[in-house]
C-alpha cells in the first residue's frame, strides 16, 4: 500500500486508561471520519448473501469476478453513499487545523483541580443561565461535532436525563455550575452502556459562542468533534429549549430502531462514546 502513496492506521487501544489523550481521541475522529465510506461500501456488499456468509475455500478462485459482478450491481442501481459539497474543502482544512490540538478546557480543569472536587461545583436550574448562550441552528451543531451521529443520539440522551419527551415545556433540568469559573459547567450524564457509570460533560461557553468542552468518557478529551453526551447537552441548551413544536413519541421508540440502524451505519460516520471498547471508534 505504501507504494500507491497509501498509508495504513488504525484507531488507538485503551490498554486498561480510562481515556485517550486529546491527540489520541483527535486522531482518532480524523480515522473515523475517513473510514466510515468504507464500512459503508462493505455494508452493501453484504446485503448480497453469498458475501454475507462464509466463502467456501473451493470458491475462492471465482471470487474476484463475483465482487465485481456484486459492485457492477451495487454501482448500477444503488445511488451514491456521499456527494462532493462546497464545503468539504473546508471541512477538511478544519480537520487538519485541530487534528493536534490540545483541549485547553481539560487543562483549565485540571489547573483548578475542577474534575474531582465536587465542592467547587454548585447546583442550579438551567433556566439561571439559559440567557447565557447564544442560539444555535441544526448547521451550527453540525459544524461543532463535524457529523450527525453525535446529535441523532442526542435527543435518546436529553429524554433519558429529564424523564420526557417533551423537551420544549418546562423540565426539571438541573446542571453544575462552577463556583470560581461562572461560564463552565457540567451535566452529569448516564452511560447509555451501563448503569453504574455517569460521566460529566463539561461546556465553557460565552453568550456569543461555545469556547470548548470536555467530558471524561473515554474519548472526549478530543476537540476535533465531540461525544455524545456533551452534544446532548449543548444540542439541549442551545438549540432544542427554543423549540415551540412538541415531540409526543421518544425517539427511542423500538418499531423505528431498524430503519435507523440501516441510515446511520450505510450514510453517517459513526462513533462510539462510552468505555465498553477496547479502542476508539470516536
Not at 481521541?25 to 455494508?43: F, L
Not at 471470487?63 to 442501481?77: K, P, Q
Not at 447537552?233 to 421518544?250: D, E, G, N, S, V
Request: aromatic fraction near 10%; charge should be negative; hydrophobic fraction near 35%.
Amino acid at each position: 500500500m505504501k507504494a500507491l502513496g497509501l498509508e495504513a492506521t488504525m484507531p488507538s487501544f485503551l490498554d486498561d486508561r480510562r481515556q485517550f489523550s486529546a491527540e489520541e481521541a483527535n486522531e482518532s475522529r480524523c480515522i473515523t471520519k475517513i473510514r466510515w465510506v468504507v464500512e459503508a461500501a462493505n455494508r452493501r456488499l453484504k446485503q448480497f448473501k453469498y458475501f454475507a456468509n462464509t466463502i467456501q475455500n473451493s470458491s475462492l478462485v471465482y471470487s474476484e469476478s463475483d465482487m465485481s459482478i456484486a459492485c457492477a450491481l451495487t454501482n448500477h442501481y444503488q445511488p451514491p453513499m456521499a456527494r462532493s459539497k462546497l464545503e468539504d474543502e473546508e471541512i477538511g482544512v478544519q480537520i487538519i487545523q485541530l487534528r493536534q490540538q490540545k483541549n485547553k478546557i481539560q487543562l483549565l480543569l485540571e489547573e483548578n483541580n475542577l474534575i474531582r472536587r465536587f465542592s467547587l461545583w454548585e447546583i442550579i436550574n438551567h433556566t439561571e443561565i439559559i440567557d447565557g448562550f447564544s442560539i444555535m441552528t441544526q448547521d451550527d451543531l453540525g459544524d461543532l461535532t463535524f457529523g450527525v451521529f453525535q446529535l441523532k443520539r442526542a435527543r435518546s440522551y436529553a429524554e433519558e436525563r429529564y424523564s420526557s419527551t417533551n423537551l420544549t415545556s418546562d423540565v426539571a433540568s438541573s446542571v453544575h455550575r462552577c463556583k470560581i469559573i461562572p461560564n463552565l459547567i457540567r451535566i452529569p450524564t448516564q452511560s447509555a452502556h451501563s448503569n453504574r457509570a455517569t460521566y460529566h460533560p463539561t461546556i465553557h461557553f460565552t453568550d456569543q459562542a461555545i469556547i470548548g468542552w470536555w467530558c471524561d468518557c473515554f474519548t472526549s478529551a478530543r476537540f476535533l468533534g465531540c461525544c455524545s453526551h456533551i452534544a446532548s447537552a449543548i444540542w439541549f441548551l442551545l438549540y432544542q429549549r427554543w423549540q415551540t413544536q412538541q415531540r409526543r413519541m421518544p425517539s427511542g421508540e423500538y418499531k423505528n430502531l431498524p430503519t435507523d440502524s440501516i441510515q446511520v451505519s450505510d450514510f453517517y460516520d459513526s462513533s462510539d462514546d462510552d468505555d465498553s471498547q477496547r479502542y476508539s471508534l470516536a
